[in-house]
């Protein structure tokens, strides 16, 4: 099991290689028509995207090694900052993205790396779930003593059995969503580990017309200067 | 001059596109150390750290052990995440993302220690 692991970690390192060049060689395209910008954007994103869930999976294998330290995150700062590096993707792919802060800005217990990863993991599943010029919301907003981060898509809604398993709180495997084709759950998975190492839950809703997923953690007493 | 290290061809190549300035590029340490004996002594350096035989520390330990190469500039070009370490001691200036960094990140640098 252990070797399995590790070989997930070799793989990815060996796949970061090529992805940080192609990501390098887009950059040095000819930029003289809007035709080529557009290509060289669409590169730049999808291969950055794939990185991150490459560096994604080599966190998974890090998590057990207990490395990701836990403190008060600023949770506007983090949304922000996750929504401002998609919004190219989002507007290439005809997305519009949404956020709604129903409280001050908190301060959560978490490592920001892995949260910044969770509210990716969940931008980027609405975004490929979502119709043509469908809305994306992602809302902040206090639940009792936790803060929880909310990403509301309007594609098919989520299946059952799924659903029942996000309801413990964590995944314990990648799961496909057959109602999502061409989904490996694997963003999902990423999101589910992560909210487990920062003792958070994830859970969704399912809605007529599409699905919510949310993060819930635990709200720092510390006050926040944001 | 500017030397990139780097031992995957394609990212030095990048990366030496990028300075828009004189470069040589190496796919190992042992190489670049060999032209700094033979008397090319670089204005910049772009270092790579995982690097086929001695890696990029080992490369940085040797260059701080002479007078006439302990103070060349070096930005380290990695996918490690190395923020947090300080490097200054062994001549370092800059850190570099390979994951998110960009041209005009190589250019800056290249503009200051290379005109």
């Known amino acids: ?226 | 001059m500017i030397f990139v290290i780097d031992d995957d061809e394609l990212m030095a190549e990048c990366i030496a596109n990028a300075t828009q300035k004189d470069t040589m590029s190496f796919l190992n340490a042992i190489d670049a150390m060999s032209k700094i004996s033979e008397g090319v002594i670089p204005n910049l350096i772009f270092l790579d750290i995982l690097l086929d035989g001695p890696d990029g520390f080992t490369f940085l330990n040797e260059l701080v052990s002479y007078d006439d190469t302990a103070k060349i500039p070096v930005v380290i070009v990695t996918s490690l995440k190395l923020h947090n370490r300080s490097l200054s001691a062994y001549g370092v200036i800059g850190v570099l993302d390979k994951d998110t960094m960009r041209p005009e990140d190589v250019r800056r640098y290249a503009r200051q220690y290379a005109e």
């Open chain 1, 1 to 226: 099991m252990i070797e399995e692991v590790d070989g997930i970690l070799l793989a990815a390192h060996e796949l970061k290689v090529p992805l940080a060049v192609i990501r390098q060689l887009a950059f040095a395209l000819d930029e003289s028509s809007t035709h080529n910008q557009q290509i060289r954007t669409k590169i730049v994103s999808v291969s950055e995207r794939a990185i991150r869930q490459v560096n994604d999976l080599a966190k998974i294998r890090r998590l057990e090694d207990g490395l990701f330290t836990m403190e008060p995150v600023a949770v506007r700062e983090v949304c922000d900052a996750v929504s401002y590096e998609l919004r190219q993707l989002f507007q290439y792919n005809s997305r519009d993205l949404h956020i709604k802060y129903k409280n001050k800005s908190k301060l959560v217990i978490a490592n920001r790396d892995l949260l910044c990863s969770i509210v990716y993991n969940f931008l980027i599943n609405a975004m490929h779930y979502s119709g043509d010029g469908a809305k994306t919301e992602m809302i902040v907003n206090e639940v009792w003593d936790k803060t929880r981060i909310t990403v509301r898509d309007y594609g098919p809604a989520l299946p059952m059995d799924i659903w029942r398993e996000i309801k413990k709180g964590w995944m314990d495997k990648p799961t496909s969503i057959a109602m999502r084709p061409g989904s490996s759950g694997l963003g999902l998975y990423i999101a589910s580990s992560f909210s487990r190492y920062m003792n958070a839950k994830i859970g969704a809703v399912r809605h007529k017309d599409g699905t919510s997923f949310y993060v819930e953690l635990i709200t720092s007493k510390q006050a926040s200067l944001f």
